[in-house]
């Protein structure tokens, strides 16, 4: 290779090292909740709009999808398009409305009542279904229906769940 190019390619990496070195996930708590606290503040993570609630989250995705997108996913029955989309159009919403790490998004969605992000996407999808087929959102049914899917999943789990050791302490006396 010609010296040049060695010399643009050693340019780069000394630019963009330091940079991935900055970006370091949180150690504790409190860097975790700092972190936390300035995304659910933002308009936009990583170049991506951010909506503040369900209204916005409509507007954003009639932007976003296609007309005959927009028409076939409205033409679905509901189930199928909640079933269908969830591992596409789900985890599109998921990755870049910040579910998993916070945002603005995802923290009105928890002051609803869903704390899980594939319920977030779920709820999302299903919501802007209706909104497409001008049926009511029924945002409280909605929200019933996932608290009670997770509390049964994790009362499920615990039944499942087997003692790894137990042990007895004697207290002194």
Known sequence: MKPTIWISLFFCCSIVTPNLAQQKPPENDKEFEEAYAWR?????????YIPKDLTEAFIQLNKLIEKPAIEKFKNMAEPDAARKLHFSFGRWIIHNWGFYGGSRFSHFLKGLGIHHPDDMAQFVIMSYHRNLNRKPLDVKAQITYYQEKRAKENEERLKKGEVLQQQTRKRKQ
């Open 40 to 48: 659910i503040r933002q308009e936009f993570l990583n170049d991506v």
